[in-house]
C-alpha cells in the first residue's frame, strides 16, 4: 500500500513539473536558510558549556558611579579574590586573570609577537576545564616567571607537547620555565590565550588598594548548592568593611556621603555561561557576542521557515482545486475517504523530504561563506547530527502534514455527484486562506526590507560620521614600547620621511579600549571631583590626529611649565561648572595641573555611548606610535618606516594597523550582522516571490478562458496584465500597512543601544513600500504577459 501511495504521488508531481519545482526550490531555500541560522544560535549558547562545573562559575564585577560619571567593569581590585574566599564560606575557590598585552617570544633567534598573553592564578586549574597533557596543575603556576601554553603553541615553538622544563624568551630579557602544556581551548570560549603566565611574576597583583588599579578579572567558585542571590546580597557590607578606609583616605568621603551624593562602588556576579552573550562591560577578557542579535536570528529563521512553508501550503492549496475532479472519479471507483487522505499526505511529505535533503546539502555546501560573512567557525559534526536528524524528521512530517492537511481532509470529503457536474469550482478570487498567506509573506518581507534599511543607514552613519578626529591615512605602529630610549629619535627621523605629515608618542589613542581612569579634584581640600580617563600625550598629538581646541593653546616644549599642564575635553569642562576653564586648577593628590586648553569633544569609545570626561597631559610615552601620511606610494612610505624601526630595535618584529580599520574593529559586530541581513532579507524575498509566481501562474491559468474572450472583445495586453496584477497588489498594500508600524518600533528599539543614530524618516518606510509593490508587480507580470500575449484560439478551441 505504501509503495502504491509514493508511486502515485510521483506521478502527480512529475505531472506538474513547474509547481513542483517551485515548492521544492522555495522550500529548500528556506529550510536551508534557516540551518545556517540554527548553527548560528547553537554556537553562540554553547560557550564555556565545556567547563564542567560551568554552573557554579561566576565572575565578580565593579560598577561604579562617581563625579557624574558611570562605568561598568569586568574586573576588581587584585585583593578582593583573596578577601571573598576568607569572607564568604559559600566560596570554594577564586582565580584572577591579569590581561597586559603581548610579548615578543623568541624562536629561532627571531621574535614573534604573541597576543594572546595572560597572567592567572594557579588555581585556574581547578576553576576552569583545561585539560593538563604535560606537568601537573597544582602546582604549574606557584612559581614566578613559569608559563603554561597549549596545545598548538608548543607544537610552534618546539614541533612537540612534551616540552616542561624548556625555557621561552620574552623580550629579549625575561625567561620563563614552560610548566605544562594544556590542550587547545575551545573556540566556544570567552577567553581563549595561548600563554598562561604565573600571576605572582606580578607585583602589583598583591597590592592591598580597593578604590584603584581595579585590572583583575575575578572569577569565584561556589560550593555545590550555595546561592549567588544571597551571596550578592552581603557584597555591600563587604565593600563597606574593606574600602571605607581608603574611601576616607584618598577621597575624604565617607560610604554614606558617597551614596547621598548619588555616587556607588558596587560588586555584582555574572554566571559564566551569561557572559558571551550578555555582558559587554570594560575589561571583557574577549570580543563578546550580543543575545539581541541571536534572538534577532532566532527569530529571522522562524520568519524565514514560515514565509517557506506558506509558499508550500498556499501553492498545495491553490492546486488542490484543480484536483477536485480527480477526487470525485477516485471516489467513485471505489476509493475510500482515508485513502485518498493518505495519498494527499504522501504527496506533501514527499516534496517536504526531497526539498529538506537539498536544503542540508546547500546548508553544508554554504557553510564556509557564512563562516566567512559572521566570522564563525562552524561544522557539521557527529554531535550536531545527533540533534540535527531528529529535528529535520519532526520538520518533514510536520510541514508535510500541514501543507497536505487542506487537500487531503477537504478535497476528500467532497460529494462525487457535486464535483462531477461541477458544482465546486475552484478560482483565484475566492481563495481567502490563499489571500491571507500572501498578506502574511509579504508582511514579513517587507518588515526584513525596512530592517536591512535602517541597519544599513545605520552602519553607513557610524563609518562617515565627524568623530571630532581624524582617522583616515593614519598608521598605527604597534609595540611601540620595545623602542624604549630611541622613541624620539624614531620618531623624528619617520618625520623627515617624504609622504610623513606628522606624527605622535602617546599612552592611547582613541580607537583603543582598553584605558586607565583617574579622579581629580577641582579645589585642594577635595570637595568637588571629577572621574575621568587620562592619556599621556606630546605636543603633536593634537595635530596629529586633527583634533579642535575649543579655546586656548596646545602643549609646547618649548614652555617648561607645560610639565604640569593639562589640556581637558569639553565634557570634563561642562561636569566641572567652570565658566572659563582656561587658568584654573585640578589636583591629583598631591599634584597641581594648571588648564591650558580645552579640546573640542571626540568619540574615543564606542558610538553606543556618549562622550566622557577625559584630560591629557604632556608626559614622555612609548605605549603608541601614530604616523599621519600623505603618500601616493604607501606601500614603499611603509617600508621605509619599517626600515627605521629595524635599525633601532634590530630583532623586533614590526607590525602595524590603520586608525580607520583599528575604528572599525569596534563595531566588527554591526557589520556582520549587516551583512547576514541583507543575505537573509533577499532570501526572504526570493522566496516570497517564488509563492507569488506559482500563483500568479495559477490565476493565469484559472483565468486562461476569460482572458483568450477579452482578447477576442478588443482587451490589450496591458488591460489584461493590469487585471491580473491589481489582485496581487492590493494585498502587498495591505502588507505595507501591516509591516511598516511594526518594523518602525521594531528599528527604534534597535537604534537605542547607540547614542550617535540616524533618525527614521517617513521615505524609508516608502521607499521599502515602493520596493516591495516594484517586487511583487515584475513578479506577477512575467505570467500576467505570458498569460496576455498568449493565441485565444488555444485557450478558446473546446468551446
Excluded at 598573553?117 to 596543575?137: E, Q, S
Excluded at 602643549?555 to 566641572?576: G, Y
Amino acid at each position: 500500500m505504501i509503495k502504491n501511495y509514493i508511486k502515485t504521488a510521483f506521478r502527480s508531481l512529475k505531472k506538474n513539473k513547474g509547481f513542483t519545482a517551485i515548492n521544492v526550490l522555495g522550500l529548500a531555500l528556506g529550510l536551508a536558510t534557516c540551518l545556517l541560522i540554527v548553527f548560528y544560535v547553537f554556537d553562540e549558547w554553547s560557550y564555556d558549556s565545556y567547563n564542567v562545573k560551568a554552573d557554579r562559575i561566576y565572575r565578580v564585577n565593579n560598577d561604579i558611579k562617581f563625579a557624574g560619571n558611570t562605568k561598568s567593569y569586568a574586573t576588581v581590585a587584585a585583593i578582593a579574590a583573596s578577601a571573598m574566599k576568607n569572607s564568604f564560606p559559600e566560596v570554594q575557590e577564586t582565580v584572577r586573570f591579569l590581561d597586559r598585552g603581548g610579548f615578543n617570544v623568541k624562536k629561532d633567534g627571531q621574535n614573534i609577537y604573541e597576543e594572546h598573553m595572560i597572567n592567572a592564578d594557579p588555581t585556574i586549574f581547578a576553576v576552569f576545564t583545561l585539560p593538563m597533557l604535560n606537568g601537573d596543575p597544582a602546582t604549574a603556576l606557584k612559581e614566578p616567571h613559569s608559563v603554561v601554553i597549549t596545545e598548538s603553541t608548543a607544537k610552534k615553538y618546539f614541533n612537540r607537547t612534551n616540552v616542561v622544563g624548556q625555557v621561552l624568551t620574552f623580550n629579549d630579557t625575561a625567561f620563563y620555565k614552560v610548566t605544562g602544556v594544556i590542550k587547545d581551548i575551545p573556540a566556544q570560549s570567552h577567553f581563549n590565550f595561548d600563554f598562561f603566565i604565573s600571576m605572582s611574576t606580578l607585583p602589583e597583583s598583591r597590592a592591598n588598594n580597593w578604590l584603584f588599579g581595579n585590572n583583575f578579572n575575578t572569577y569565584l567558585l561556589l560550593k555545590p548548592g550555595a546561592d549567588p542571590s544571597q551571596l550578592e546580597a552581603k557584597f555591600p557590607a563587604f565593600i563597606r568593611k574593606n574600602a571605607s578606609g581608603q574611601l576616607r583616605q584618598v577621597l575624604n568621603l565617607t560610604f554614606d556621603k558617597l551614596e547621598k551624593s548619588g555616587s556607588y562602588f558596587r560588586f555584582n556576579l555574572t554566571p559564566l555561561k551569561q557572559i558571551h552573550l550578555q555582558s559587554n562591560r570594560i575589561a571583557e577578557l574577549g570580543i563578546n557576542g550580543n543575545l539581541q542579535y541571536v534572538y534577532i536570528f532566532s527569530a529571522i529563521a522562524i520568519l524565514i521557515l514560515l514565509l517557506a512553508c506558506v509558499n508550500f501550503i498556499n501553492l498545495s492549496t491553490a492546486r488542490s482545486a484543480n484536483r477536485a475532479r480527480e477526487v470525485g472519479v477516485r471516489k467513485v471507483l471505489g476509493s475510500s475517504r482515508g485513502y485518498l487522505i493518505a495519498q494527499f499526505l504522501s504527496e506533501s511529505i514527499m516534496v517536504t523530504l526531497i526539498a529538506t535533503l537539498i536544503a542540508v546539502f546547500a546548508a553544508w555546501a554554504l557553510l564556509p561563506v557564512f563562516n566567512h560573512m559572521s566570522g564563525k567557525a562552524l561544522a557539521i559534526t557527529s554531535h550536531s547530527l545527533t540533534w540535527l536528524i531528529p529535528v529535520l524528521f519532526v520538520v518533514i512530517v510536520l510541514v508535510g502534514g500541514i501543507a497536505g492537511s487542506y487537500p487531503a481532509f477537504f478535497l476528500s470529503g467532497f460529494q462525487p455527484v457535486d464535483v462531477l457536474k461541477g458544482k465546486i469550482a475552484g478560482g483565484f478570487k475566492g481563495g481567502r486562506l490563499r489571500n491571507f498567506l500572501v498578506v502574511f509573506q509579504f508582511s514579513i518581507s517587507i518588515f526584513l526590507i525596512i530592517g536591512t534599511l535602517v541597519i544599513y543607514n545605520q552602519l553607513k552613519y557610524i563609518q562617515s560620521k565627524d568623530v571630532g578626529f581624524n582617522r583616515d591615512q593614519v598608521l598605527v605602529v604597534r609595540n611601540a614600547r620595545f623602542l624604549r630610549g630611541q622613541a624620539q629619535t624614531f620618531k623624528q627621523e619617520v618625520k623627515q620621511l617624504p609622504g610623513v605629515k606628522n606624527a605622535t608618542l602617546s599612552t592611547y589613542l582613541p580607537t583603543a579600549l582598553a584605558r586607565q581612569g583617574t579622579i581629580l579634584f577641582k579645589d585642594p581640600i577635595q570637595k568637588q571631583s571629577l572621574s575621568t580617563q587620562e592619556w599621556d600625550v606630546d605636543e603633536d598629538y593634537l595635530n596629529t590626529l586633527g583634533m579642535k581646541l575649543a579655546s586656548g593653546r596646545n602643549f609646547s616644549t618649548q614652555m617648561p611649565t607645560d610639565s604640569s599642564a593639562i589640556i581637558i575635553n569639553q565634557t570634563a569642562a561642562n561636569l566641572l561648572g567652570f565658566t572659563n576653564p582656561l587658568n584654573q586648577n585640578l589636583y591629583e593628590g598631591n599634584y597641581k595641573y594648571h588648564i591650558i586648553g580645552v579640546v573640542k569633544d571626540f568619540n574615543f569609545e564606542s558610538l553606543r555611548n556618549n562622550v566622557t570626561p577625559l584630560v591629557l597631559t604632556l608626559t614622555p610615552n612609548i605605549g603608541k606610535v601614530a604616523i599621519r601620511v600623505n603618500s601616493a606610494d604607501i606601500p614603499a612610505l611603509i617600508t621605509q618606516i619599517g626600515d627605521k624601526w629595524k635599525q633601532l630595535t634590530p630583532g623586533h618584529p614590526f607590525t602595524y594597523t590603520f586608525m580607520d580599520e583599528d575604528f572599525n574593529v569596534i563595531y566588527n559586530t554591526e557589520q556582520r550582522i549587516g551583512k547576514i541581513f541583507i543575505v537573509f532579507t533577499s532570501l526572504a524575498i526570493i522566496i516570497a516571490c517564488l509563492g507569488l509566481f506559482g500563483l500568479a501562474a495559477y490565476a493565469a491559468e484559472q483565468r486562461t478562458k476569460e482572458i483568450g474572450i477579452r482578447k477576442v472583445l478588443g482587451a490589450d495586453v496591458t488591460v489584461i496584465v493590469a487585471m491580473l496584477s491589481t489582485d496581487f497588489i492590493k494585498l502587498v498594500g495591505i502588507a505595507i500597512l501591516i509591516a511598516s508600524p511594526l518594523a518602525w518600533y521594531a528599528m527604534q528599539q534597535w537604534l537605542q543601544n547607540f547614542a550617535y543614530r540616524v533618525n527614521l524618516h517617513w521615505w524609508l518606510i516608502a521607499s521599502a513600500g515602493i520596493a516591495a509593490i516594484l517586487i511583487a508587480f515584475v513578479t506577477v507580470s512575467f505570467q500576467a504577459i505570458k498569460a496576455a500575449v498568449a493565441n485565444p484560439v488555444n485557450s478558446l478551441r473546446s468551446e
